[in-house]
């Protein structure tokens, strides 16, 4: 059987820190090559990793089998739908696109082609997440929150809301299990309309969901804690965990091995993207489930305007 052969498009930080050295070091698939508009600082980031760069998105993906999308949010309903078209599989950053309306698009045009589409919401396949959800029996509360130690602007509230908090809101309701309504939220803004602070409840039958987000905190913290009818879960920066129980506490740490691109998911959700292309099954974060946090997101924004 030959090996899938993958490539990707555009090389920023998160393309660089994330998914380049997952991609680049395994024989399981056949790095093509990568495309980025760049083509001065692209050269320089290849050169590193001895793979080609290709001048166009056509000739990368006339060569691939699947591509990883790294490209501004604004530039994806185009890339992808080129791909798509091209018969190609795709993988692309959180979120799928600019709007519903084309994130929409792409998926029935990905459904058409009968083609793999997978949005890259890397915690759903954080292990120590992953453990949790697992064993949750009636989820009564859990609440979510992931700050930043300084960072507001300089993009306006809405960028930062489908760029950053959009990871709050799906992992709290992919943890949760089901389609959450939104209840209450509040949005604090500077006066250049940029983002200080979100918080957002959501109900799911007899379960309470809180989101939360502060960008100038002092501390970058990520954390989760999760209270069912026999537990207290906690998880703090996706490598803490600590289980409260009748019968006492525990904490784990990951291994010693376990690196922070396993630890936060990205390993994961490589790995079963090309097993879902390899194998041609659907992969578990596509279809209309995979732009409901999207959907929420719009709604927050409404109800703030």
């Not at 080129?82 to 459904?111: C, F, N, R, S």
């Not at 929150?145 to 509230?157: A, F, L, N, T």
């Not at 799906?170 to 949760?176: K, V």
Request: net charge positive; with cysteine; aromatic share 8%.
């Amino acid at each position: 059987m030959s090996k899938l052969r993958v490539g990707i498009v555009g090389l920023g930080s998160i393309a660089q820190k994330a998914y380049l050295p997952i991609i680049s070091r395994t024989d399981e698939w056949q790095l093509i090559g990568a495309f980025s508009p760049n083509q001065s600082k692209a050269k320089i980031i290849c050169d590193n990793y001895r793979i080609p760069l290709y001048s166009n998105i056509k000739q990368l993906a006339e060569c691939c089998d699947a591509i990883f999308v790294h490209s501004s949010t604004s530039s994806h309903f185009e890339i992808i739908k080129q791909l798509l078209l091209m018969g190609v599989h795709v993988y692309v950053d959180k979120p799928l696109a600019e709007t519903l309306e084309q994130a929409e698009q792409l998926i029935h045009l990905a459904d058409k082609q009968k083609l793999a589409l997978m949005v890259g919401f890397n915690r759903r396949f954080a292990p120590f997440y992953q453990n949790i959800k697992q064993e949750f029996k009636q989820l009564a509360s859990l609440r979510m929150e992931k700050h930043r130690s300084d960072s507001i602007g300089p993009k306006d509230v809405r960028f930062t809301l489908l760029d950053d908090y959009l990871h709050v809101v799906d992992t709290a309701i992919w943890l949760a299990g089901g389609k959450p309504f939104l209840v209450s939220g509040s949005i604090i803004e500077t006066d250049k309309q940029e983002l200080f602070y979100a918080e957002h409840h959501f109900k799911l039958q007899h379960c309470w969901i809180t989101t939360s987000m502060h960008r100038r905190a002092g501390s970058q913290q990520e954390q989760v804690t999760a209270t069912d009818d026999k537990a207290i879960y906690q998880v703090t920066n996706m490598n803490h965990l600590r289980t409260e129980k009748a019968t006492g506490m525990s904490e784990k740490l990951p291994s010693s091995w376990s690196s922070i691109l396993v630890q936060r998911g990205f390993d994961g959700a490589i790995r079963h993207f090309i097993q879902s292309v390899s194998n041609n099954t659907p992969p578990a974060i596509s279809g209309e489930q995979a732009i409901y946090a999207q959907q929420l997101i719009e709604q927050i924004l409404r109800v703030k305007n």
